[in-house]
């Protein structure tokens, strides 16, 4: 039931923050009619199939406004957007308390896969053996049911929105202990197909159609876009734009928050592998 909550929570933020933002009922096309010029975003990577699909639908209908896109990391992008060198910033994960002046616009929800290599063997774990293995507790394979491998943990860098949020929900800030600490969502995903032993953490998003890996159980439950929405999934993430709070953005920046959170980009959202709000 907390997790459904938390779900419903931020669909409810979502909403208040279509009504600030004057949300648009019909698309770029009544939306954004006019506009011209850049809007450069800044972040996460798990976020690339979402901002891309977001981006091209936008700029098939305005023409004369390009979106750029530099896949740096959530923490980055909170960086760039506070400091004033992009006009988006995109996360993956919630803000920190230190990280005012900014606000965040929830434009889908996100599952955190849990993959193993295609021979590991085990198909489902608890969210408790989750936290184990990665905290070094649980060093091998056959400790789950699987084969007599010692167990290799992929993660992200510090600073990585799908690391924070893994963290949050896992209690293992700071204290994940990793064979490998990867830059990107598709590295760790590469690292886990090569590695008979291994275990990582990927965006939803990103995990369908890859070879040599699949994603497990947690608690009984599969990450799904069903099972993200309604709560059951445990361990899930917002997708967040990041604006500032207080000053105004450009005609063509705010022309795009309002089509990224109006249900004409709920297609393009599911489509990018990622959950929308509606």
């Not at 923490?75 to 308390?97: N, P, W």
């Not at 774990?125 to 293995?133: A, G, K, R, S």
């Not at 598709?186 to 070879?211: D, F, H, R, W």
Request: aromatic fraction near 4%.
């Amino acid at each position: 039931m907390k997790r459904v909550g938390i779900a419903k929570t931020l669909i409810g933020l979502a909403a208040a923050s279509a009504l600030a933002f004057g949300l648009a009922s019909c698309g770029t096309s009544d939306s954004a009619s006019g506009v011209s010029g850049t809007v450069s975003t800044n972040g996460s990577t798990s976020m690339e199939k979402v901002i891309g699909s977001l981006s091209e639908a936008f700029m098939a209908d305005n023409p004369s406004v390009k979106i750029t896109y530099d896949a740096t990391g959530s923490g980055t992008g909170i960086e760039s957007v506070s400091q004033g060198s992009c006009d988006i910033g995109l996360s993956s994960r919630a803000l920190k308390d230190k990280e005012t002046g900014l606000r965040p616009i929830t434009i889908a929800l996100d599952g955190i896969a849990i993959v193993v290599n295609q021979s590991c063997g085990v198909r489902s774990l608890t969210l408790q053996q989750v936290t184990d293995i990665f905290t070094g507790k649980i060093r091998n394979w056959s400790e789950v049911g699987g084969k007599d491998l010692e167990i290799a943990c992929i993660g992200r860098e510090s600073g990585s929105g799908t690391r924070d949020g893994f963290e949050s929900v896992t209690k293992t800030s700071d204290q994940c202990v990793l064979t490998q600490e990867l830059t990107s969502t598709g590295a760790v995903m590469t690292a886990v197909a090569s590695s008979p032993n291994a275990i990582g953490y990927a965006s939803l998003s990103s995990v369908e159609g890859q070879k040599g890996i699949y994603s497990l159980d947690v608690d009984g439950v599969a990450c799904s876009e069903k099972t993200v929405l309604d709560g059951t999934y445990p361990i899930q993430r917002p997708l967040n734009l990041i604006v500032p709070e207080d000053s105004k953005l450009s005609d063509e920046a705010q022309a795009f928050v309002d089509f990224a959170i109006s249900p004409a980009a709920a297609d393009l959202i599911r489509t990018a592998g990622a959950v929308p709000l509606a």
